[in-house]
């Protein structure tokens, strides 16, 4: 059965710092991997997917993300975090053409501190 | 280009009183999915449909129902509802990405 992972329920880093969310996945097929990110009482907004090709994907406000099929994992990256990424991270796995199911993880709570 | 739009924001309802919430797309997409989110829980998947008069279900679909009428109209239905449907219920729809709805606050008292 499909699933995604994320090991981290909360992570909180200095305004500035680099920041990294993990994101594991289990899937059949060739999986399509996304990340969303939620603030306070909004829906979900995407930051990057990957579907096929360069296994690093750039995504808006400065966010990248590394597919690595090895390890299962698509871990989303930024070299310096800014106060207003503090927010709801959700990775999901699917298969964007066809229909199928589309699985989230349950989410990593990011906190930034001045 | 309104995108995904759910209807009603928010609602209360009393434990066995039914509803349905409308997520309407103006894309043309094929697909629409209903999930509920949950502290803790991330999002679940209740149903989806991959296209007009198609429906499926999801991981959680005990005590909901959808319809796809229309292809930009996906509806969500509680017959009975419980309290254990206190939920966010976010919809959306798909082509290369997944594109949501602002959410329906529903409190089952």
């Known amino acids: 059965a499909q699933s995604v992972t994320q090991p981290d329920i909360h992570i909180t880093v200095s305004e500035g710092a680099s920041l990294e969310l993990r994101c594991n996945y289990s899937?059949?097929?060739?999986?399509?991997l996304f990340w969303y990110v939620q603030s306070p009482g909004q829906g979900l907004q995407l930051l990057l997917k990957?579907?096929?090709?360069?296994?690093l994907v750039q995504g808006i406000k400065g966010f990248e993300a590394e597919f690595k099929r090895s390890q299962s994992s698509f871990n989303l990256r930024k070299p310096s975090v800014h106060w207003s990424d503090a927010a709801e991270y959700f990775c999901?796995?699917?298969?964007?053409?066809?229909?199928?199911?589309?699985?989230f993880g349950t989410g990593t709570s990011l906190t930034v501190i001045p | 280009n309104a995108g995904v739009t759910q209807t009603p924001k928010f609602r209360v309802l009393k434990t066995g009183q039914s509803m349905t919430l409308l997520c309407a797309q103006d894309?043309?997409?094929?697909?629409m999915y209903w999930y509920r989110q949950d502290p803790g829980m991330g999002l679940r998947l209740i149903h989806y449909?991959?296209?007009?008069?198609?429906?499926a279900k999801g991981e959680v679909p005990d005590g909901y129902n959808v319809s796809r009428l229309k292809k930009q109209n996906f509806l969500l239905g509680l017959e009975s509802a419980a309290p254990s449907q206190t939920s966010v219920y976010f919809c959306?729809?798909?082509?290369?990405?997944?594109?949501f709805g602002q959410g329906t606050r529903l409190t089952v008292v």
């Open positions: 959306a729809s798909m082509d290369t990405e997944a594109f």
């Open positions: 894309m043309n997409h094929e697909y």
């Open positions: 999901a796995v699917g298969a964007a053409n066809t229909g199928n199911q589309f699985y």
């Open positions: 449909s991959v296209g007009e008069g198609t429906t």
């Open positions: 899937y059949g097929a060739t999986p399509y």
């Open positions: 990957y579907f096929s090709g360069d296994t």
